[in-house]
Nanobody, 118 residues
């Protein structure tokens, strides 16, 4: 079973940047999609960014142009570079691994808190 551990969260001022990391316990080269989700207090978990095995990426409209997802299959790592952060980006960020396109279940990390505040 694949385990995912996020790191890099913290407190940042509006306009600042953070880089989140997700370390996988096993190989991710065969994983169909690696993604970042987030959940703000009182809101549903939402997809922020995804990276498929074919190296295509996708972003939520709210973060497009500000966030960049990348995956390093050799190191079994996934990253989320977050720039121009604003208070609406405050949330717990989760790393997700979807093994195949039709997989009914996926793997989740424990989450890392990102707080954007002055």
């Amino acid at each position: 079973q694949l385990q995912l551990v996020e790191s890099g969260g913290g407190l940042v001022q509006p306009g600042g940047s953070l880089r989140l990391s997700c370390a996988a316990s096993g190989s991710i080269s065969g994983i169909y999609a690696m993604a970042w989700y987030r959940q703000a207090p009182g809101k549903q978990r939402e997809l922020v960014a995804s990276s498929t095995r074919g190296e295509s990426t996708g972003y939520a409209a709210s973060v497009k142009g500000r966030f960049i997802i990348s995956r390093d299959n050799a190191k079994n790592m996934v990253y989320l570079q977050m720039n121009s952060l604003n208070t609406e980006d405050t949330a717990v960020y989760y790393c997700n691994a979807q093994p195949t396109f039709f997989a009914p279940n996926s793997y989740w990390g424990q989450g890392t808190q990102v707080t954007v505040s002055s």
